[in-house]
């Protein structure tokens, strides 16, 4: 269910991140399709909040930097390993893929943070992005960090649907690919979700916090070589993650 004055507040402050200027009233309320009425209350609003200003008479609403501030005090009370930001550049590098740091959002997996592939063709990754927990490799290897019955806890609130060919539709084709992915060492992804998209994805096995890691790209590059990308994965954990040690 979507609290509806929540979405237009973050739709409000994704405009602003995108057109990076200030817009007047009638602008926010014709691009969104916002009765007047409500787009006035909203804006007052976080204005009253120190959330908006006028930089100039009539110019228009922007956002202060109160965003930043509170988004940075957020960040810091809870922040990624200071190693998986070299995990992310050295597997860009070496595979020329979209790399990114997943945790889970309940029946969601979130990217925390993305290195994405300068190829023409890449997967268009970015922090924020959720993809279903079941249906993609990233999903898998942090499932597989998850108890039996937290897992089962959480199947029950899954509405299982067919994105693509390979994907799960039901709890035990999730618990199957999840004992075929201990097999192999990693999580695996072909178009389950994503049409096209293959991804190999590792848990990061830190033991205070759920994360994992993904390499995904088109399928016609990735197909052929995702052993390789996982033992890339494997050595990049190993190494960094022992190094912080």
């Not at 979130?110 to 990754?125: C, I, K, M, Q, T």
């Not at 192999?184 to 096995?205: H, T």
């Amino acid at each position: 269910m979507i609290v509806r004055q929540a979405a237009n507040v973050l739709d409000l402050l994704e405009y602003f991140a995108q057109a990076r200027r200030p817009a007047t009233l009638s602008e926010i309320a014709d691009h969104f399709g916002w009765p007047r009425s409500s787009t006035f209350n909203l804006l007052t609003t976080l204005a009253d909040r120190g959330y908006l200003y006028e930089p100039k008479p009539r110019a228009g609403f922007y956002p202060t930097p109160r965003w930043l501030m509170q988004a940075q005090a957020v960040a810091n009370a809870e922040p990624l390993p200071s190693w998986t930001k070299l995990i992310l550049n050295e597997l860009a590098a070496d595979t020329g893929e979209t790399v990114a740091i997943g945790g889970a959002a309940g029946t969601m997996a979130v990217f925390l943070d993305v290195v994405e592939s300068p190829a023409p063709v890449r997967y268009f990754g970015h922090i924020g992005h959720r993809i279903p927990i079941h249906a993609s490799s990233t999903g898998r290897a942090l499932l597989l960090q998850y108890s039996v019955d937290e897992r089962m806890a959480l199947y029950r609130k899954i509405e299982f649907k067919q994105y693509g060919p390979h994907t799960p539709i039901s709890i035990d084709m999730v618990e199957a690919e999840l004992r075929r992915s201990v097999e192999r060492g990693y999580c695996e992804s072909y178009a389950d979700f994503s049409a096209d998209l293959a991804g190999v994805a590792m848990p990061l096995g830190l033991p205070e916090r759920r994360l994992a890691v993904v390499v995904a790209g088109p399928m016609f590059r990735m197909q052929s070589r995702m052993k390789t990308v996982a033992e890339a994965i494997g050595k990049a954990i190993k190494r960094h993650a022992k190094a912080s040690t």
